[in-house]
């Protein structure tokens, strides 16, 4: 399964569970919030919620750039921590500013600069920990090289660190690829090149249908979805699997690293082998969580809580 099938299913996740997330079915079973607001940022307001007492633990999004994926298992582990979930900044809630402007050549700069903001924010009187996912992991490596006195644990969800690996030039072809067709002739036909491309045994029947399913962009599932993915296409599509990593300064700061991955997630994924190739140059092990790509959602959601907490609790 490729990286590409995976960011694409964790849309579809979003697209036919988006009514399950919502706040308002979850807080009768789990922690309710602690805080909510909006911190301002240079160049944008991020919006966050809380959930706990204790150390800080934040989760940055993948794809979706969104804070709702994270709330269910936020609540879970709120009785030992102090959980802080977030959109990234121009997704969802989070929005840009109009007069402080964006500098997109320095983007995953500014993603891991907003999380450390919030956290430093959140007022954290130790040190925190970071877990991020999916695009979400090249920004936490991002921030295990940049913030390592805020953040001493940085988790690295299933990173789909292209560039790393052996076969990064097919790899980077397969990605433009994909942005060309985004490009040229929009974005529920690019989604369709995922299917058809890397996963030849998906139903890609569907598309075109007009039917309210996980190939369109049917806001009736998701108010998010839309400018999600828009933005998603055109800011990190390209940019931050094709980030250009330096192992040789990512081991420097390797104490603080925990590389993770999904106990259903197919070994021959480039996620995964990002891992498994960072943990062996580093020395280090991967651990595995409960789940696929998008094991914090969904059924598995509490035992990943669960695997997070014993791979925690490993550290302190
Ligand atoms: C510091 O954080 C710990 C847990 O993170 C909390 O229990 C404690 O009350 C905090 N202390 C202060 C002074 O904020
Ligand atoms: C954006 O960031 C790049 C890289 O840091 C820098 O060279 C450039 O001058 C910046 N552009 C603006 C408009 O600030
Ligand atoms: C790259 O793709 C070409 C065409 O599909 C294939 O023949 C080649 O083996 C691939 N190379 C690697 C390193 O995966
Ligand atoms: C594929 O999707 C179409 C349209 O929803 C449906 O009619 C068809 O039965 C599906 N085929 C398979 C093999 O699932
Ligand atoms: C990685 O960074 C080091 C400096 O820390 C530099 O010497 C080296 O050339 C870099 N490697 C690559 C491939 O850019």
């Known amino acids: 399964m490729s990286v590409f099938r995976l960011i694409f ?4 996740f979003i697209v036919t569970s988006s009514s399950s997330l919502s706040l308002t079915s979850l807080t009768s079973t789990g922690a309710a919030i602690s805080t909510t607001g909006y911190l301002i940022v240079p160049g944008a307001s991020l919006y966050y919620e809380t959930y706990g007492a204790g150390p800080l633990l934040l989760f940055v999004s993948g794809a979706n750039g969104d804070a709702d994926i ?5 609540k879970i582990l709120a009785s030992n ?4 979930i977030y959109d990234r900044r121009g997704f969802s809630r989070s929005y840009l500013s109009a007069t402080g402007l964006q500098n997109y050549t320095q983007r995953l700069q500014t993603d891991a600069a907003d999380a450390n903001h919030l956290a430093k924010h959140l007022q954290f009187n130790g040190t925190a920990t970071v877990l991020g996912t999916s695009s979400g992991a090249i920004v936490a490596l991002e921030i295990l090289q ?12 299933e990173p789909p660190a292209l560039t790393i690996l052996p076969d990064a030039a097919n790899l980077t072809a397969q990605q433009k690829s994909i942005y060309t067709t985004y490009r040229a002739v929009g974005i529920p036909a690019a989604m369709y090149v995922f299917a058809q491309t890397y996963d030849p045994a998906s139903n890609t029947t569907r598309i075109g249908t007009g039917s ?6 049917d806001s009736r599932q998701g108010n998010f979805i839309s400018g999600n993915l828009q933005y998603w296409f055109e800011r990190e599509l390209l940019q931050y699997p094709l980030q250009g990593l330096n192992l040789t300064n990512i081991r420097v700061y390797s104490k603080n690293l925990v590389l993770a991955v999904g106990k259903d997630t197919t070994p021959e994924s480039p996620q995964y082998r990002a891992n498994t190739l960072m943990a ?3 020395g280090l092990a991967v651990d595995m969580l409960a789940g696929g790509h998008v094991g914090y959602i969904g059924d598995t959601r509490v ?3 669960a695997d997070l907490a014993g791979v925690l609790a490993k550290r302190e």
């Open 9 to 12: 299913y964790l849309f579809l």
């Open 70 to 74: 994270w709330r269910p298992v936020a």
């Open 81 to 84: 921590y102090r959980v802080a």
């Open 146 to 157: 940049t913030y390592s006195s805020t953040f001493k644990t940085v988790i690295v969800h």
């Open 212 to 217: 309210v399913d996980g190939f369109t962009i």
């Open 280 to 282: 062996s140059t580093f």
């Open 303 to 305: 035992e990943f809580a």
